[in-house]
Protein backbone atom coordinates (compact mmCIF):
# COMPACT_ATOMS: atom_id res chain seq x y z
CA UNK A 1 0.00 0.00 0.00
CA UNK A 2 1.38 3.56 -0.73
CA UNK A 3 0.06 6.49 0.50
CA UNK A 4 -0.75 9.05 -2.34
CA UNK A 5 -2.03 12.22 -0.54
CA UNK A 6 -2.58 13.01 3.57
CA UNK A 7 -5.64 16.04 3.10
CA UNK A 8 -6.30 18.16 6.27
CA UNK A 9 -10.25 18.68 6.95
CA UNK A 10 -11.03 21.89 8.69
CA UNK A 11 -14.90 22.13 9.85
CA UNK A 12 -16.54 25.00 9.63
CA UNK A 13 -20.55 25.96 9.08
CA UNK A 14 -20.37 27.65 5.95
CA UNK A 15 -17.81 26.58 3.40
CA UNK A 16 -18.31 29.01 1.32
CA UNK A 17 -16.45 31.16 3.58
CA UNK A 18 -13.27 30.04 2.41
CA UNK A 19 -13.20 30.88 -1.18
CA UNK A 20 -12.43 34.78 -0.66
CA UNK A 21 -9.22 33.71 1.49
CA UNK A 22 -7.87 30.91 -0.63
CA UNK A 23 -9.04 31.37 -3.84
CA UNK A 24 -9.37 35.28 -4.33
CA UNK A 25 -6.10 36.44 -2.70
CA UNK A 26 -4.27 33.24 -2.25
CA UNK A 27 -4.83 32.03 -5.80
CA UNK A 28 -5.51 27.82 -5.34
CA UNK A 29 -8.27 26.81 -7.48
CA UNK A 30 -11.30 25.55 -6.85
CA UNK A 31 -10.77 21.67 -7.29
CA UNK A 32 -14.45 20.60 -5.98
CA UNK A 33 -17.25 22.15 -4.35
CA UNK A 34 -20.38 20.04 -3.01
CA UNK A 35 -22.36 23.28 -1.12
CA UNK A 36 -21.00 20.81 2.07
CA UNK A 37 -17.58 20.82 1.17
CA UNK A 38 -14.97 23.17 -0.75
CA UNK A 39 -11.33 21.92 -1.61
CA UNK A 40 -9.33 24.35 -2.91
CA UNK A 41 -5.72 23.58 -4.27
CA UNK A 42 -3.60 22.88 -7.43
CA UNK A 43 -3.87 20.43 -10.11
CA UNK A 44 -0.68 20.06 -11.13
CA UNK A 45 0.66 18.04 -8.28
CA UNK A 46 -1.39 17.75 -5.63
CA UNK A 47 0.71 19.22 -3.06
CA UNK A 48 -1.54 22.26 -1.97
CA UNK A 49 -5.40 21.33 -0.58
CA UNK A 50 -7.42 22.41 2.11
CA UNK A 51 -11.37 21.34 2.52
CA UNK A 52 -13.36 23.00 4.72
CA UNK A 53 -16.63 20.54 5.51
CA UNK A 54 -19.89 21.37 7.04
CA UNK A 55 -19.87 17.66 7.72
CA UNK A 56 -18.25 14.59 6.31
CA UNK A 57 -20.60 13.79 3.55
CA UNK A 58 -23.41 11.72 4.20
CA UNK A 59 -24.35 13.26 7.19
CA UNK A 60 -21.12 11.37 8.77
CA UNK A 61 -18.65 13.76 11.18
CA UNK A 62 -15.73 15.69 9.70
CA UNK A 63 -12.65 13.78 9.75
CA UNK A 64 -9.63 14.96 11.03
CA UNK A 65 -7.67 13.58 8.66
CA UNK A 66 -7.95 12.54 4.97
CA UNK A 67 -5.42 9.90 3.66
CA UNK A 68 -5.08 8.83 -0.15
CA UNK A 69 -4.35 5.13 -0.48
CA UNK A 70 -3.97 2.87 -3.94
CA UNK A 71 -6.05 0.63 -2.17
CA UNK A 72 -8.92 0.80 0.77
CA UNK A 73 -9.36 -2.70 1.00
CA UNK A 74 -6.04 -3.12 1.48
CA UNK A 75 -5.66 -0.62 4.68
CA UNK A 76 -9.20 -1.55 6.02
CA UNK A 77 -7.98 -5.06 6.33
CA UNK A 78 -4.48 -3.75 7.80
CA UNK A 79 -6.31 -1.59 10.44
CA UNK A 80 -8.53 -4.46 11.42
CA UNK A 81 -5.69 -6.52 11.81
CA UNK A 82 -3.71 -4.46 13.88
CA UNK A 83 -7.04 -4.14 16.12
CA UNK A 84 -8.38 -0.29 15.11
CA UNK A 85 -12.10 0.18 15.48
CA UNK A 86 -13.55 1.37 12.07
CA UNK A 87 -16.01 3.88 12.79
CA UNK A 88 -18.04 4.02 9.41
CA UNK A 89 -17.12 2.03 5.89
CA UNK A 90 -15.98 0.88 4.05
CA UNK A 91 -18.62 2.11 1.67
CA UNK A 92 -18.64 3.50 -2.40
CA UNK A 93 -19.61 7.31 -2.13
CA UNK A 94 -21.90 8.84 -4.76
CA UNK A 95 -19.08 11.91 -4.93
CA UNK A 96 -16.65 8.59 -6.43
CA UNK A 97 -14.16 7.50 -3.81
CA UNK A 98 -14.58 4.59 -1.43
CA UNK A 99 -13.35 5.14 1.71
CA UNK A 100 -13.92 4.38 5.71
CA UNK A 101 -13.27 5.66 8.98
CA UNK A 102 -10.88 4.97 11.87
CA UNK A 103 -9.54 6.50 14.48
CA UNK A 104 -5.75 7.11 15.09
CA UNK A 105 -4.00 6.24 18.59
CA UNK A 106 -4.65 9.71 19.51
CA UNK A 107 -8.54 9.84 18.66
CA UNK A 108 -8.41 12.16 15.70
CA UNK A 109 -10.82 10.61 13.17
CA UNK A 110 -9.52 9.70 9.45
CA UNK A 111 -10.52 9.20 6.60
CA UNK A 112 -8.93 6.75 4.44
CA UNK A 113 -10.06 6.88 0.77
CA UNK A 114 -9.31 6.02 -2.77
CA UNK A 115 -11.06 7.75 -5.45
CA UNK A 116 -13.01 5.23 -8.55
Sequence with gaps: MKVHRIVPNIQTADPALAKRFYHDILGLEV????GWIA???SDQAMTVQVSFLSQGGNDTPVPDLSIEVDSVDEAHAAFVAAGFTIEYGPVDEPWGVRRFYVRDPFGKLVNIL???
Excluded: P
Aim: zero cysteines; glycine letters at 10%; a negative charge.
Design 31 to 34: LMDF
Design 39 to 41: TYG
Design 114 to 116: AHA
